[in-house]
């Protein structure tokens, strides 16, 4: 580990100094302490702390899975894997033209659906605003969804894409990457999709460990005896 | 259960094609049950107990054997309760307070499956008829949920009391008072075993895990005991079953029954 | 539940407590982060012969809406005994007993917690004691405390708990059932090591004010020792075999 990143758990000191806290860390007299369970990092002038463990705080713009729980005449509620609830109005799939008396919400999504949707708008006096007018989002109609943590998405992604690149090319199978950690998967394939479930689930479980990449190599390089 | 979360739709569909194929979603065949694994004596203070893993739902039994006052007009007959409680921890729906509907159905029949099987025989916990009798308490606590609270707790239940060692009391100046020595196996008669069985479309899958727990339309819970009799019954969600499905579902739990009742036999002896 | 002992020797002419112990001395302790599946966070604890299993959900909607908070997220403790886990078998609902235990464990819990980045949430913390055997509340707030930070909560610091008390006018560290039945005094106390604040002290018993003083340093030091478990959980879940 580099000098300047180290495990921490809430109650460490990151260090002392002036150095701006930002994330997951707060100042307690001339110390910067971690609030969380992560990785610290320190930079020139600032100090933030990388979380391994917690859930989905939403961001705006960030493209998410989110699963239909209910809806009202007027709006759907959708799990995004967070402490709050997304909330999705008529309008968005609609449009303007929306009208209680014409348009019946459950036509266009029922509970249980799960869709590709956008952050639109999010801060804490209110519940996230979701979106999914736009091309690349909307209703998935196929795939599996695999949870994982949302602290271990960056290492899904990889550097530059690297590692999903690498998963997708491997077994044909076509990954969206919701922030919130849920994942949907599709695939020509049985054997493919069960294998890039399997890749998903294995940076889940080891992201910290250093030849992850290796390892996920070798597993989808072998073939199926049956 | 009706506390379940929303299951995704895609989820639901890809169950009801695979066993259009024959096939489950973890790759069990349709009458196949999960691994089962039983520890025994997992509360050491307690006069028995045993924690049971069946796939990741995990439940905890602990017997306490005790001096109680018998029921009015019940004087030559002990006490035997099961109660089973699912615990605020074990899934995000659960809520403290009074129990739902569905976690007292959960109670009553897991007590049945073990009471109408005669394995604990109350006629035997007497220590002075109509003054003082032996209770046994059977307390069934759900830790974590992937589906079939009721198997997990029967068998919690049932390899509890295989393994329950019991003081013998004698009443002394009128209270019942422990005998030095006198510590016993708690004595069993049967093996009662509940399988459980769901129905998914036109299929009829044994020991529905969390997912298929979701997706099922309607499930029934048969008991049986050693002499591979039929002991007790529930019937519960929202469908109905074919007659001849129920009788296909009796002979599943003779043969899957059976099964279990080998691992649970093999947990009793490796504690005495 | 079991009268005092006036036979029981609590402190031998050699400085030896009832379960083989020295005076300063702590029962065996097991700490693990983690185990449980649907739980947002949880952690299980072996505090001597007390097993305590530590669930924890949130931050998440508030049920009914009128318990929630606009400003802040609000934390919720649950601590409940189950039937099997004690001498007598107790009766499933909540005693009064249990109800004060929960009140007092999230009161030392909340300076910790940093709930005002959940406004209109709350954070459920349910403990279940699956064997007792003395000290169950100190026991409790300690995995607690490990559950949050397995959960993501953001916190100022842990909280780690231990009970010193007097047997013999001798002060003690870490009272186990025996000793809390039939010894002079026990005092459960709860600490954030990094913020060096005491945020559960309760008291049960008659203390000069010299042996009050050196009861709550002998708590203190207990607590920092639990400390060190509850950052050995966390570190061998969340960090592997690597230190730094």
């Known amino acids: 580990m580099a000098d300047r990143r180290k495990y921490v758990i809430p109650g460490d000191v990151v260090t002392s100094g002036p150095f701006r806290p930002e994330q997951n860390v707060m100042l307690e007299g001339n110390n910067i302490i971690a609030t969380a369970v992560g990785i610290s990092e320190i930079y020139e002038d600032s100090v933030k702390v990388i979380p391994l463990t917690g ?19 007027l709006s759907w509620e959708l799990d995004v894997n967070s402490c709050y609830v997304g909330f999705l109005p008529a309008q968005d799939v609609f449009g303007r033209d929306f009208s209680t008396h014409v348009d019946e919400l459950s036509s266009k999504l029922k509970t249980g659906d799960l869709v590709a949707a956008r952050i639109a708008n999010f801060d804490r006096t209110r519940d996230p605003l979701i979106t999914i007018s736009d091309r690349d989002l909307g209703k998935i109609d196929e795939g599996i969804l695999v949870k994982i943590s949302p602290s271990k998405v960056p290492r899904l992604i990889g550097k530059k894409g690297s590692m999903i690149q690498m998963i997708e090319m491997a077994t044909n199978a076509a990954v969206t990457i919701g922030q919130n950690g849920w994942v949907v998967v599709s695939c020509d394939t049985a054997e493919g999709l069960s294998k890039a479930k399997k890749a998903i689930e294995m940076v889940n479980e080891k992201a910290h460990i250093a030849n992850l990449t290796d390892q996920i190599k070798d597993m989808l390089e072998v073939k199926d005896e049956s | 259960m009706a506390s379940v979360s929303v299951i995704d739709e895609l989820k639901k569909a890809q169950i009801l094609e695979l066993l259009e194929q024959g096939k489950r979603i973890d790759g069990r065949a349709l009458d196949e049950p999960r691994e089962i694994k039983i520890e025994i004596n997992a509360i050491p203070k307690a006069n028995g107990s045993a924690r049971v893993h069946l796939g990741d739902t995990d439940v905890l039994c602990g017997v306490k054997i005790q001096p109680d006052r018998p029921f009015p007009d019940v004087g030559d007959k002990g006490m035997f309760m099961c109660t089973a409680e699912l615990l605020p921890l074990s899934h995000p729906t659960v809520e403290t307070g009074p129990p739902r509907d569905d976690v007292i159905e959960l109670a009553r029949v897991v007590d049945r499956g073990i009471r109408e099987s005669h394995m604990v025989d109350v006629s035997q916990l007497v220590i002075e008829k109509d003054k003082s009798v032996v209770g046994v308490f ?30 013998t009391w004698e009443m002394v100046d009128d209270q019942p008072t422990v005998v030095e020595g006198g510590e016993k196996q708690l004595p069993t008669s049967t093996i009662p075993v509940s399988v459980t069985m769901g129905k998914i479309g036109n299929h009829i899958v044994v020991d529905p895990n969390g997912d298929e727990w979701a997706s099922m339309d309607c499930r029934v819970t048969i008991t049986t005991d050693s002499d591979g009799h039929i002991v007790a019954l529930q019937k519960g969600g929202s469908d109905g079953f074919t007659q001849d499905e129920i009788n296909e579902c009796g002979d599943l739990s003779i043969k899957v029954g059976a099964k279990i009742r080998e691992q649970l036999k093999l947990a009793q002896q490796e504690s005495q | 539940m079991g009268g005092r002992d006036a036979t029981m020797v609590l402190l031998d002419e050699n400085g030896i407590r009832c379960d083989g112990r020295k005076i300063d001395e702590p029962r065996k302790i097991m700490i693990k982060a983690g185990g449980l599946k649907n739980a947002d966070g949880s952690a299980y604890i072996e505090f001597g012969d007390n097993k305590i299993l530590v669930g924890v959900y949130g931050p998440r909607d508030v049920h009914p809406k009128h318990m929630s908070n606009t400003d802040t997220g609000i934390l919720r403790v649950r601590y409940h005994m ?7 078998r107790k009766r499933p609902a909540p005693s009064r007993r249990e109800i004060e235990i929960s009140k007092v464990i999230k009161e030392a819990l909340e300076p910790a917690v940093m709930l005002e980045k959940f406004p209109r949430t709350a954070v459920d913390v349910f403990i279940e004691v699956l064997q007792a055997d003395g000290g169950t509340r100190c026991a409790a707030l300690t995995a607690a405390s490990v559950a949050l930070a397995d959960a993501g909560i953001p916190m100022r610091d842990m909280v780690a708990a231990i009970a010193s008390g007097k047997v013999a006018d001798t002060i003690i560290l870490d009272v186990n059932n025996e000793e809390d039945q039939a010894g002079q005094a026990d005092m459960p106390i709860g600490y954030m090591p990094s913020l060096k604040k005491i945020t559960l002290l309760q008291l049960d018993g008659v203390l000069t004010p010299e042996e009050y003083k050196e009861c709550v340093d002998v708590g203190v030091k207990g607590c920092e020792v639990v400390y060190e478990l509850q950052k050995k959980a966390l570190k061998d879940k969340y960090f592997g075999n690597r230190s730094d």
């Not at chain 2, 992937?146 to 068998?155: M, T």
């Open chain 1, 55 to 73: 859930k989905y705080i939403p961001k705006i713009d960030d493209l998410v899975i989110g699963k239909v729980i209910s809806h009202t005449s």
């Open chain 2, 138 to 167: 059977a307390d069934v606590v759900a830790i974590d949920y992937d589906g079939n609270y009721f198997d997990a707790c029967s068998y919690a239940a049932t390899a509890a009391l295989l393994t329950s060692k019991t003081p």
């Open chain 3, 82 to 88: 189950e039937p099997f886990s004690v001498d007598e």
